[in-house]
C-alpha cells in the first residue's frame, strides 16, 4: 500500500535531521509519520514537540492504555501496532489486554484494576462524543489528580490528531509494527 502524500527523504534540515535520529532506534530508519511530517519543517516541529512520550502524570501503562484504546477506535492499525511493538512488554499489557483494547471493553475480564477501566470508559467516550459525561468525569477525577486527568485528555487528543494523520495519508504499516488482532468467532 502508498500513502496518498510521499514522506519526505534526505536531505533533511539539520534540526530535523538531529530529531529524526533522537526518535529512531540505532540503525533504524525513521517512522513514516515523522518523514511525511517532515515535508514542511513546522508541521514536524508542532508534532513531535506535542509528543506526550516523557515521564507525566500517567504511568506508562497508563499511558499506552489511552494511547492504544483512542487509536484502536479510531482504526489506526498504523500507530496501534508501533506502539504495540514498543511498549507492550514495557507497559505490561497482555495479547487479552491488546484484544480488548480493540474489539473488547472495560467490563471486559482481563481489566481488574478500576482505574483503567475508568481510563478505557473516558476513551470511549471522547471517542463518541469529544466529551466526559459528567458521572464518568467524577469517577476519573476520583482516581486521579487534575493533572493527570488534563493528561488523559491531551494523551487522547494528540492520539486521535495521529489517527487522521495516518489513515487519511494511507501511511503503510511499519514493517516491525504489531497487527491488530484478528476478531475472535462468538
Known amino acids: 500500500m502508498s500513502t496518498r502524500i510521499t514522506p519526505a527523504a534526505p536531505p533533511f534540515s539539520a534540526s530535523v535531521q538531529a530529531q529524526l535520529q533522537h ?5 533504524k530508519p525513521a517512522l513514516a509519520l515523522f518523514t511525511l511530517m517532515a515535508r514542511d519543517e513546522r508541521l514536524f516541529q508542532r508534532l513531535v514537540g506535542g ?21 484502536a477506535r479510531g482504526g489506526c492499525e498504523y500507530e496501534w501496532g ?14 487479552e489486554q491488546l484484544y480488548s483494547l480493540v474489539h473488547g471493553g472495560a467490563d471486559d475480564a482481563c481489566w481488574s484494576d478500576a482505574l483503567e477501566r ?20 467524577a469517577e476519573l477525577v476520583d482516581c486521579l489528580p487534575e493533572a493527570a486527568v488534563l493528561e488523559v485528555l491531551m494523551v487522547a487528543g494528540f ?15 511499519e514493517p516491525f509494527s504489531a497487527r491488530f488482532p484478528p476478531r475472535c468467532a462468538t
Do not use: M
Not at 23 to 27: E, H, K, Q, R, T
Not at 82 to 95: E, M, P
Not at 159 to 173: D, F, G, I, Q, S
Open 118 to 137: 475508568v481510563l478505557i470508559r473516558a476513551c470511549d467516550a471522547l471517542h463518541d462524543s469529544c466529551t466526559v459525561p459528567p458521572a464518568l468525569w
Open 82 to 95: 508501533v506502539h504495540v511493538a514498543l511498549f507492550k512488554t514495557k507497559a505490561g499489557l497482555s495479547d
Open 159 to 173: 492520539y486521535r490528531t495521529v489517527t487522521y494523520l495516518a489513515n487519511a495519508t494511507e501511511l503503510p504499516l
Open 23 to 27: 526518535l529512531s532506534a540505532p540503525g
Open 51 to 71: 509528543s506526550l512520550l516523557d515521564k507525566g502524570n500517567l504511568t506508562l501503562r497508563q499511558r499506552e492504555i489511552v494511547t492504544d484504546r483512542i487509536t
